[in-house]
């Protein structure tokens, strides 16, 4: 089971938000994907969802062509994600927001996230902490192959961000490929192997998360004149 992202550019307005991006990943793979601000994570993870249209290049998923099909025409194929503000139906249950992910049974997402007491509460009534571990639990309700996490720990304080990492942990497994996107980069240090980073819609690291501080080319897109 492989993703493939082939010279994949986007525009967004008059703005080329990606140019000529390429990555791979395989099964069991949890990959860290980083930038500053405006780096081009969010339209990556998007154009892979379908949420936006190619202007070159293409996306294939184990062995499938992702390019042009729709939002749901992707998640049939066992994508799914989260976002950087976490989407959930606020007059729904907890326990219907994990049924909206293809899940008839609830339960199982809903005690690994910690969230079985609150099943039946609306989730208007979750705190924002709660509410991205709802989010997670949703997106795994359909068995993915594929999990795209944007920013699972925005907004959330130190003990938070632990408890997602370990969430995120065991919610990963030797069967699925995992893209994080996630500005703490502690986070990307525990749990991602291998990182890709974007500055000003390039990639310009790809490779092992114990040789990001030694990159000029990230040091740079963190520290020197191209930050945004």
């Known amino acids: 089971m492989t993703l493939e992202v082939d010279r994949l550019s986007v525009r967004l307005d008059s703005t080329e938000a990606l140019r000529?991006?390429?990555?791979?990943?395989?099964?069991g793979e949890l990959?860290?994907?980083?930038?500053?601000?405006?780096?081009?994570?969010?339209?990556?993870?998007?154009?892979?969802?379908?949420?936006?249209?190619?202007?070159?290049?293409?996306?294939?998923?184990?062995?499938?062509?992702?390019?042009?099909?729709?939002?749901?025409q992707v998640a049939r194929a066992r994508v799914a994600r989260t976002f950087q503000s976490p989407r959930l139906f606020t007059r729904m249950t907890v326990a219907g927001n994990?049924?909206?992910?293809?899940?008839?049974?609830?339960?199982?997402?809903l005690r690994l996230v910690g969230l079985e007491t609150r099943a039946h509460e609306l989730a208007a009534a979750l705190t924002p902490g709660e509410a991205r571990r709802l989010?997670?639990?949703?997106?795994?309700?359909?068995?993915?192959?594929?999990?795209l996490l944007d920013e699972p720990c925005g907004g959330l304080n130190a003990a938070e961000t632990e408890a997602m990492a370990t969430l995120i942990e065991r919610a990963h497994g030797a069967a699925r490929i995992t893209i994080l996107v996630e500005h703490r980069l502690g986070v990307i240090r525990r749990l991602c192997p291998r990182v890709v980073v974007l500055n000003l819609g390039e990639k310009i690291f790809d490779g092992p998360a114990d040789g990001l501080g030694s990159d000029p080319r990230v040091i740079e897109a963190y520290?020197?004149?191209s930050r945004q």
Do not use: C, M, Y
Request: positive net charge; glycine residues 20%.
């Open 135 to 147: 989010e997670l639990a949703r997106a795994l309700a359909g068995e993915p192959a594929l999990l």
């Open 223 to 225: 520290l020197g004149t």
């Open 20 to 27: 000529a991006v390429g990555l791979t990943a395989s099964a």
């Open 31 to 72: 990959l860290g994907l980083i930038g500053p601000n405006g780096a081009g994570k969010t339209t990556l993870l998007n154009a892979i969802g379908g949420l936006v249209p190619l202007a070159a290049g293409r996306i294939a998923f184990q062995g499938r062509a992702l390019t042009g099909l729709s939002p749901d």
């Open 98 to 109: 994990v049924r909206a992910g293809r899940s008839l049974d609830p339960g199982p997402g």
